[in-house]
């Protein structure tokens, strides 16, 4: 089973940013401990902070991946173009974030991603990633 993993921007701040909701991991350690956890899974990661170039990236694997999870970070609200990216495609994407979205700012609740995803988790901080995978592996 191949997974990649597409995180957008700011995620790369991971460990550094907003600790308090992000918590205090980068994403690299936790990917590190993601990969030793599912040894039977192909699992990929990648993060980008430019919109076009995660939609190159869910355009590459989106026809051949088992599974897609976004976190589009702070496209999730705003960007129709990763949105329709993932209606083009025929690898299903569960959309996560980090944080409970729908308790935060009123600008975070709007997900352009939502409509397209399979499923949706968030609020679950990092262990959204391993709640993704799982339920990949219980398709
Ligand atoms: C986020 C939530 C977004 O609203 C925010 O812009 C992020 C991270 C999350 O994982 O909780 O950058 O996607």
Not at 28 to 46: A, P, Q, R
Not at 90 to 116: L, Q
């Amino acid at each position: 089973m191949k997974i990649q993993i597409i995180n957008g921007p700011n995620l790369n701040l991971l460990g550094v940013r907003e600790k308090d909701i992000y918590g205090s991991l980068s994403f690299d350690e936790y990917f590190l401990k993601l990969k030793t956890k599912f040894k039977n899974i192909e699992l990929f990661n990648y993060q980008s902070n430019i919109e076009g170039e995660l939609i190159n990236k869910i355009q590459d694997v989106g026809f051949d991946f088992d599974g897609i999870i976004l976190n589009a970070a702070a496209y999730t609200h705003t960007s129709i173009g990763i949105a329709d990216s993932i209606r083009g495609i025929t690898s299903p994407v569960i959309e996560v974030h980090i944080s409970n979205t729908k308790s935060r700012e009123d600008f975070r609740k709007k997900s352009f991603i939502s409509p397209h995803a399979k499923g949706v988790i968030q609020g679950f901080g990092l262990y959204g990633y391993d709640l993704a995978i799982l339920s990949f592996l219980n398709d």
